[in-house]
């Protein structure tokens, strides 16, 4: 158990009976009476965001996920395919549970699979993956204005926006928490 006061955002609790992550956290400290905890919950497998006022000394339940590096082997009629690298065992992670995260993974990357008895819960790529250009417009001479950007699709079939003077075939890296170009690689 863990005090309403001690909540960070990104910390898994059980909130009214199910797992949800703590997404913002505020002390206050009001003239009278006791301090409040006003906090916001993501449900994990629903994705809703709840928010709710929680006095300073109520306790609440902390939940560990286990962590597990895999590697992504293929996608097909059952899901996602990921193969625990130690014990060769292999899962399949629906769609619906990957979400956008899916149009990161390549074949033979390695990514953190969160699980809770046994039931996957979500799957993190790398920061930072490599994906080939698949298709972009051409970037004219003299349009060099300031930050100009493109939308380009990627491999895995993400659209990133792109500096004018990427081309069609180049590999670009992608951050995969915000979908944004960070460099040629």
């Known amino acids: 158990m863990i005090g309403a006061k001690d909540l960070k955002p990104g910390l ?21 009476g006791g301090s409040i905890m006003r906090m916001k ?3 994990i ?20 996920l286990d ?6 082997l293929y996608k097909d009629d059952h899901g996602y395919c990921f193969m625990n690298q130690t014990t060769y065992e292999q899962i399949h992670v629906s769609e619906e549970t990957l979400g956008d995260k899916s ?6 990357m ?6 809770h008895d046994h039931e996957v819960l979500g799957v993190e790529p790398p920061i930072h993956v490599v994906l080939q250009i698949a298709e972009t417009e ?17 491999e895995t079939g993400v659209i990133v926006k792109v500096p004018l003077f990427i081309e ?5 890296k992608v951050d995969t928490r915000t979908g944004t170009y960070i460099e040629r690689a």
């Open 45 to 64: 497998k629903s994705g809703n965001v709840t928010p709710d006022t929680l006095r300073g000394d109520d306790t609440i339940e902390q939940v560990y």
């Open 168 to 172: 069609q075939g180049e590999y670009i």
């Open 110 to 115: 390695v990514v953190t699979v969160k699980m």
């Open 138 to 154: 051409p970037g004219f001479r003299g349009n060099t204005v300031s930050g100009a950007t493109k939308p380009a699709k990627m």
């Open 67 to 72: 962590q597990e590096d895999m590697q992504y």
């Open 103 to 108: 149009l990161y993974l390549k074949e033979g």
């Open 12 to 32: 898994v609790v059980m909130y009214k009976g199910q797992l949800h992550e703590v997404v913002e956290a505020q002390f206050y400290k009001p003239c009278k």
């Open 41 to 43: 919950f993501r449900n």
